[in-house]
């Protein structure tokens, strides 16, 4: 499946799963619009951070009469303003994630992957955080501008739900273009199989120049850690490039392609870790809701 419907994306119950969930940023950049994560800026807000010496132009409102009648200097009380955290999707649409499940019963990964979109942007936007997508494949497609607030829900919805997976994997260069953007800094949620031809070690380099939080989110196919299915003599095709490999498969040869596969899906996992977001690993015969779900403490995912 390479399109999908909003309704084959997202139901009530899907929406209800959502409702206790919360996004929280550990720190947010000064410069965002007024919303409800704790920034960086000094000025109007709820909770109480400093006082400073009154400036001519300073909101009289905010003058600490309290310590002006004990010191008879006139101070202003700072608060820490309540802002925005931007929230960017980097969203792989490359032909592998238009692959199903070796059963053949089950959603593609690229179907699983725009769940994960939708429960992650929901939950930014019922919080009032901006949201931006940014899909590639083959090159970068048409993006989803940054959109907030609830009723933006419906908007990126359909806008998920009209993106095609096809084409070659563009990881490195996905990633290395977003990391030129002169974006506010915030969360990058980086949902992809991972997958590239020069390997884990050239997405981990292309990774380490993106300057935002880093949560990576991987669907993936029950079994395709160690394909149990395949045996004999094949050819392994290259889903994207049409390149094939003539291939003896044994015990032997599915041992070291599961050890291979575990090295690869641990390198990712400590690069997503290390950056101070987080990963994922959303299997394709589970409900994503509550896989989304478990990077929650509590209800809430701080970022």
């Known amino acids: 499946m390479t399109t999908a419907t909003a309704a084959e994306l997202f139901d009530p119950a899907f929406l209800r799963a959502l409702e206790g969930l919360r996004l929280v940023a550990r720190s947010v950049p000064a410069g965002g619009r007024h919303a409800e994560q704790r920034s960086r800026a000094r000025g109007p807000g ?30 202003v009380r700072l608060f820490l303003q309540d802002e925005d955290l931007p929230v960017w999707f980097l969203l792989d649409q490359s032909g592998s994630m238009a692959r199903g499940p070796a059963s053949g019963r089950g959603p593609d990964r690229s179907v699983v992957a725009r769940r994960a979109v939708a429960a992650l942007a929901y939950v930014a936007l019922n919080h009032m955080d901006r949201v931006a997508v940014f899909p590639f494949a083959g090159g970068p497609l048409r993006p989803l501008p940054g959109v907030s607030g609830r009723d933006s829900f419906r908007r990126l919805l359909a806008f998920l739900a009209g993106l095609p997976a096809a084409g070659t994997t563009t990881l490195v260069e996905a990633l290395q273009q977003f990391a030129a953007r002169r974006l506010r800094r915030g969360l990058c949620v980086l949902v992809t199989d991972g997958f590239d031809p020069r390997g884990a070690g050239a997405v981990r380099q292309a990774l380490a120049r993106v300057g935002h939080r880093l949560l990576l989110v991987r669907p993936v196919h029950p079994g395709e850690e160690r394909p149990a299915h395949l045996r004999g003599e094949l050819r392994a095709i290259d889903c994207e490039s049409g390149e094939y490999v003539e291939v003896a498969v044994d015990e032997p040869m ?45 209800g809430v995912l701080r970022a």
């Open 46 to 75: 709820q909770e109480f951070t400093d006082v400073r010496s009154y400036v001519p132009g300073d909101d009289f409102r905010t003058v600490d009469w309290h310590v002006f009648l004990r010191l008879d200097k006139v101070f």
């Open 254 to 298: 599915l041992d070291r392609y599961a050890a291979a596969y575990r090295e690869f899906a641990a390198a990712l996992a400590a690069t997503a870790t290390a950056r101070g977001g987080g990963y994922l690993e959303v299997r394709s015969d589970r409900p994503v809701v509550p896989q989304v779900a478990g990077l929650f403490q509590n």
